[in-house]
């Protein structure tokens, strides 16, 4: 079965310092990968997927085949990016299996 | 446009009642998604309609749970004999010609 890991639960970092969000997949095909954003009592929201290959936010995410991965970088953390990360797998017109989530925290 | 909405946002019932939880797609949209999520979890797949019909219902837990959309527009998640342990987020998506999954603010569902 499709699996996505999220090692961590949550993550502090000072403003301004550089993130990584980890997500690790297992899937021995070619899925596609997203990244959803929870803010603070908003709704589940895409934040961007692999095959765009775009910044959202100031965040990027490569995906990495030969080590399943598909972690989340920004290089400067603003206060405003505090919430929940959601790493998601999804093969073609299939429910999204998602990771447990990591909580981002972001200190002045 | 209007994004996906459900209702009700919050619901509270007691152990062994029945409950409807709503789904209103964005408009246009064929395919439609029930997930649920736990506290401390991310959101879990229930079932997923493609128009009227049930395209996958692998993730329905038990017999106490079942879905319709009818008119391949609303759909309407039932739960029968409500237990503590289907206390959760019940959140709903939608999907066009693309795969992007379109997420409604989900329903607060609490079984005392």
């Known amino acids: 079965a499709q699996r996505v890991t999220q090692p961590e639960k949550l993550l502090s970092v000072f403003k301004g310092a550089p993130v990584e969000l980890k997500c690790n997949y297992s899937?021995?095909?070619?899925?596609?990968l997203f990244w959803y954003v929870q803010y603070s009592r908003q709704r589940l929201q895409l934040l961007l997927r692999?095959?765009s290959r775009e910044s959202i936010k100031g965040f990027t995410a490569d995906l990495n085949k030969g080590e399943t991965s598909f972690h989340l970088k920004k290089p400067f953390a603003q206060e405003e990016d505090s919430a929940m990360y959601y790493c998601?797998?999804?093969?073609?017109?299939?429910?999204?299996?998602f990771g447990k989530g990591t909580r981002l925290s972001v200190i002045a | 446009g209007a994004g996906v909405s459900q209702t009700p946002s919050n619901k509270v019932t007691e152990k062994g009642k029945y409950v409807e939880l709503r789904c209103d797609p964005i408009?246009?949209?064929?395919?439609l998604y029930w997930y649920r999520q736990s506290l401390g979890q991310g959101p879990e797949f229930l079932i997923y309609?493609?128009?009227?019909?049930?395209?996958?219902d692998s993730g329905l837990p038990n017999d106490r749970f079942f879905a319709v959309r009818p008119e391949g527009s609303v759909s309407t998640l039932k739960i029968q004999r409500t237990e503590r342990g289907d206390s959760a987020v019940y959140l709903c998506?939608?999907?066009?010609?693309?795969?992007?999954?379109?997420f409604g603010p989900g329903t607060r569902l609490t079984v005392l």
């Open positions: 998506a939608s999907s066009g010609t693309g795969d992007t999954q379109y």
């Open positions: 899937y021995s095909g070619s899925p596609e």
């Open positions: 692999h095959i």
């Open positions: 998601a797998l999804l093969l073609s017109h299939t429910p999204l299996v």
């Open positions: 408009s246009g949209h064929t395919a």
């Open positions: 309609f493609q128009g009227t019909g049930a395209a996958d």
